[in-house]
């Protein structure tokens, strides 16, 4: 059992699987190949380079063990966790987070928030 958090907020960017290009052009973008291999386990976005699938559930990706990034049971013990994310391109994963309680905060634009509300 994880002991409570001492963080108590945490800001997240919620992203699709496609990297944008800044952050292609930053070095630090997943590869193609990997890219496919997450369409092919389901993902539809990330928090903190853990990806997850359409109800939020985390792929096991072969790079996992590669990121130095937050576990997600040590995220999900954060009590406020605000994504932030807007863009219809990005509907998906916003959609995925929150089902997956990788986030109980959305800071996101007006097109995204009717999309989520229609479900």
Same mark, same amino acid.
């Given at each position: ?6 963080? $108590?907020?945490?800001?997240?960017? #919620?992203?699709?699987? %496609? ?13 193609? %190949?990997? !890219? !496919? !291999? ?13 990806? =997850? ?9 072969? =790079?996992?063990?590669?990121? #130095?990034? #937050? %576990? ?12 932030? @994310?807007?863009? $219809?391109?990005?509907?998906? @994963? ?10 109980? #905060?959305?800071?996101?634009? @007006? %097109? ?8």
């Amino acid at each position: 059992m994880l002991a409570r958090s001492r963080v $108590t907020l945490a800001v997240l960017a #919620i992203g699709p699987i %496609e990297p944008s290009p800044l952050l292609r052009l930053s070095g630090n973008a997943i590869t193609s %190949e990997d !890219q !496919q !291999q997450l369409k092919r386990l389901g993902a539809v976005g990330d928090v903190c380079a853990r990806y =997850f699938d359409a109800d939020g559930v985390a792929v096991d990706a072969p =790079f996992n063990d590669r990121v #130095i990034s #937050i %576990e997600p049971d040590r995220l999900r013990a954060v009590e406020r966790r605000t994504g932030v @994310a807007g863009g $219809t391109h990005k509907i998906a @994963a916003v959609r995925g987070a929150a089902r997956g309680g990788w986030i109980n #905060i959305l800071i996101t634009d @007006a %097109e995204v928030a009717r999309a989520l509300l229609a479900d």
